[in-house]
């Protein structure tokens, strides 16, 4: 059907919509929501224009735009041309990222993980670097494997790991992500199958669909206790064996979402049976600085020198710096070269250097951060634990996030309340394959305490809405939340 919704009609359906529990314009877009999927507004067809129904209610047209910007962002109202946009269900495929999409003001982000800059350290390493940088003027400034003294400074940072290696084994990238999309077009070809822990990050699973690979899912297991195994190994030598993934994807290092580190002696299995099938892993170490329990591990690499490592000072120093880079042998660093340069022809100078002085004493803003997010977790745990009992939740051991199991599978219900309660979440399906963790939902400990209040807060209050709802449970469960961007 199309055609259009007049003032009055829609008044009348709305009946008496406006409690006063939540901002009026929240109110109206929520029962607006409700009415559409529904049925009873049909799809396609032009709401009133915001002066019209802001006249007919009796509001501000304020209320009545931020109503309507509401429900474009859910995927419920087209943009369409001025103010009348068409009532929409959003579509359920699987959502990707959208990088750079803006977060509505007044929201608070529990889809990214990251932290502000590590800002003092970070300033001063750009302002010696300045002062390096006439040496390199007289060149011509492409660096497509990076520049020298950041392959060093990281080649050393690995060596003092106990993983001797040399400037030559090193690429530098735009950033952990930058260097997975390079690995994966050089190693997997297209309909290659990918083995990856279930769950994983989302950019590292749409980067290895955007590349015409396979994922291959390995259940990470439940932790019943403290001895509890992290990964089950079995089941991914298994798959090693039976179904001989090109390429392996792993973050043992403190993963995203849960927080889990690999013990020695699974690095050692692992790394063993790959050797044996043939299957390359490929372990992003991104998170490997923020190990707030102190845990003694030794990188992948150190087991043996099939490995490729990815890494990155996003999450130690600052996402902005875009600075990543990749540890593999010669032989392949040449072949990661060769299809680095399709894609760009190198990185910005004055951030390598930069980035070479942060390498170089990488410990330096680390106290204070892993102070901060040891108390970030410990308040979010506790807020968790007393607002919302019902909840499973698992400890991380280090990284920037706290892996709930709800009792429901309300993930993308959950994330599509949110923003009615004023957070953005990443839904749990975000970190799977074919539609799985609909039972879970990732919250970061990256913000400060008062925020971290108000975000469980939050998350009580949309449970409790749906608690109170089957039918909208069920209703928004078949809907497709927003894609957001997600780190
Ligand atoms: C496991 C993992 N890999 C990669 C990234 C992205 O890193 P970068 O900003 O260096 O591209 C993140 C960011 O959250 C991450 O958690």
């Given at each position: 059907?199309?055609?259009?919704l ?26 607006v ?27 501000s ?9 509401s ?22 495929t ?11 003001e ?19 390493a ?21 520049v ?31 260097a ?22 989302p950019?590292?699973l ?44 792993l ?10 580190i ?7 299995r692992?790394?063993?049976a790959?050797?044996?099938?043939g ?16 845990v003694?591990t ?15 000072l ?19 660093i040449?072949?990661f070269?060769?299809?680095?340069t ?9 951030e ?16 204070a ?10 308040t ?13 939740v ?9 892996w ?55 998350l ?28």
């Amino acid at each position: 059907m199309s055609g259009s919704l007049n003032p009055t009609a829609l008044v009348r359906l709305l009946g008496s919509w406006n409690s006063g529990a939540l901002p009026a314009y929240r109110e109206l877009a929520d029962v607006v929501r409700l009415l559409v999927m529904d049925g009873r507004i049909p799809l396609d067809v032009a709401l009133p224009s915001e002066r019209a129904l802001a006249q007919t209610l009796g509001l501000s047209r304020t209320t009545v735009t931020a109503a309507y910007a509401s429900l474009r962002e859910q995927g419920f109202l087209t943009a369409g041309q001025g103010s009348r946009g068409r009532t929409c269900i959003p579509h359920r495929t699987a959502p990707v990222s959208a990088p750079g999409l803006a977060v509505p003001e007044g929201l608070l982000d529990l889809a990214y993980a990251s932290l502000p800059a590590a800002g003092e350290v970070v300033h001063r390493a750009f302002a010696d670097a300045l002062t390096e940088l006439p040496a390199l003027l007289p060149g011509f400034g492409y660096e497509a494997v990076g520049v020298q003294a950041l392959r060093e400074a990281i080649a050393d940072k690995y060596t003092a790991e106990g993983v001797p290696t040399t400037p030559g084994q090193i690429l530098v990238t735009s950033g952990a992500q930058h260097a997975l999309n390079i690995v994966l077009r050089t190693l997997a070809g297209k309909q290659d199958r990918v083995m990856v822990e279930h769950p994983s990050y989302p950019n590292a699973l749409d980067a290895i669909r955007a590349a015409g690979c396979k994922p291959l899912p390995v259940a990470l297991p439940l932790i019943q206790s403290s001895t509890s195994p992290a990964w089950d190994i079995d089941a991914m030598v298994a798959t090693m064996n039976h179904q001989r993934p090109a390429v392996a994807y792993l973050v043992p290092d403190f993963h995203n979402p849960t927080g889990r580190i690999m013990s020695d002696l699974q690095r050692r299995r692992l790394t063993r049976a790959a050797t044996a099938s043939g299957t390359i892993l490929v372990v992003d170490e991104t998170l490997r600085g923020l190990n707030l329990d102190g845990v003694r591990t030794a990188p992948m690499s150190a087991y043996s020198p099939a490995v490729v490592s990815i890494g990155s000072l996003s999450k130690s120093h600052w996402a902005g710096l875009r600075t990543g880079w990749v540890r593999a042998d010669e032989a392949l660093i040449a072949r990661f070269v060769s299809t680095r340069t399709v894609m760009d022809l190198g990185g910005p100078v004055v951030e390598q250097l930069a980035a070479a002085r942060l390498v170089r004493s990488f410990a330096e803003p680390l106290d204070a951060r892993l102070e901060e997010l040891r108390n970030n977790r410990e308040t979010l745990l506790g807020l968790l634990s007393e607002h919302l009992p019902e909840w499973d939740v698992e400890r991380p051991r280090g990284g920037l996030t706290v892996w709930c199991r709800l009792p429901t599978p309300c993930s993308t219900a959950l994330t599509m309340l949110a923003p009615d309660f004023g957070v953005r979440l990443a839904a749990g399906p975000r970190f799977g394959v074919g539609g799985a963790f609909e039972h879970y939902l990732r919250v970061p400990y990256t913000l400060p305490a008062a925020q971290l209040e108000f975000a469980v807060g939050a998350l009580r209050a949309a449970q409790n809405k749906l608690d109170a709802s089957p039918h909208l449970r069920r209703t928004l469960k078949s809907a497709r939340p927003p894609a957001v961007a997600v780190a």
